[in-house]
């Protein structure tokens, strides 16, 4: 039997070598079950179950303590620190981490994880045989996915960014009592803000596709969202000087976007229904508070 890093293996004590610890054999190898890796009380010609990975000289080491995964599987692991140039380390369960390197992660910097972000990965080996993560994939992920029930349409959920990709952001929803989770993808144009890698998010089921699978946004329905945003625009000119601001109709799209974070097409339902109401007016491409008798909320005008 090969030591394997990444494995979990049932190996005999041969001996106690202090101040190290307690070397392992499958035969023909030795490997140290080093004091601060044993749980319990361990003793030669016992048999103990360890864990293979590499220490930090690159020697191969042994741990009676269980990890998140092994090789081979796939598991959603906490970003414990960010490198620049190496990658993102994970919690792995093992007091020391798993690098994923910074080519796994997209070319974007702004959508790298954070701190606190968890990802899906696949333990794997490097080139030289030593302990890293690679990130999941749509093909990875889609066995262990549930298929979400019809039941869902229109309801809000939590999900975990898997892919980030400018055309569209994709999140496995949580399953809940359903299990692992099910695909589902945020379209660019139903997207408020970019998402990052790894990023836990909020999002509306807005189409259940007949094969599982869900079509996602991150703002309620129009009808809704168009007095949520009418509140907001009508709170901002609120605490503007002189009730106005340099935003209309005419205001380029990527300018609505960048000042409020909503389509150019959800500005203009928002602000048409607040000009309905009475609430607003617009001249020379800026939009003014009507009077002082029209500050109440959309929600509270009759």
Excluded at 146 to 163: F, H, I, M, N, Q
Excluded at 198 to 205: D, F, L, Q, T, Y
Aim: net charge neutral; aromatic share 8%; hydrophobic share 40%.
């Amino acid at each position: 039997m090969s030591l394997i890093a990444g494995t979990i293996v049932t190996l005999p004590v041969a001996r106690e070598v202090s101040p190290y610890g307690f070397f392992l054999t499958n035969g023909t190898q030795d490997v140290l079950l080093h004091y601060t890796e044993l749980a319990g009380t361990v003793e030669p010609g016992q048999e103990v179950e360890v864990f293979l990975y590499y220490d930090t000289e690159d020697r191969l080491a042994a741990t009676m303590r269980k990890p998140y995964l092994t090789l081979g599987e796939l598991a959603l692991l906490e970003v414990a620190d960010v490198h620049p140039r190496l990658g993102c380390f994970l919690e792995m369960g093992l007091g020391r981490q798993l690098l994923l390197p910074i080519r796994e992660l997209p070319e974007m910097k702004e959508l790298h994880p954070q701190v606190g972000d968890k990802v899906f990965v696949i333990m794997e080996h490097d080139k030289q045989g030593r302990l890293k993560a690679k990130l999941a994939g749509e093909k990875d992920l889609e066995p262990l996915a549930v298929r979400a029930p019809s039941a869902w349409l229109g309801e809000w959920k939590e999900g975990t960014v898997y892919k980030p990709l400018q055309m569209g952001t994709f999140v496995l929803v949580d399953g809940g009592v359903l299990g692992f989770g099910a695909i589902g993808m945020i379209h660019s144009s139903e997207r408020t803000r970019l998402l990052r890698l790894g990023e836990r998010v909020n999002v509306r089921i807005s189409f259940v596709r007949e094969d599982g699978r869900v079509n996602l946004a991150m703002a309620p329905r129009k009808e809704v969202g168009r007095v949520e945003d009418a509140d907001r625009l009508l709170a901002f000119l609120k605490e503007r000087p002189n009730g106005a601001m340099p935003y209309s109709d005419q205001t380029p799209p990527d300018l609505i976007k960048q000042r409020f974070g909503i389509s150019k097409a959800a500005f203009k339902r928002a602000l048409g229904k607040l000009m309905k109401d009475g609430f607003v007016y617009q001249k020379e491409n800026w939009t003014y508070l009507q009077s002082s008798d029209a500050q109440r909320s959309p929600n509270e005008r009759k």
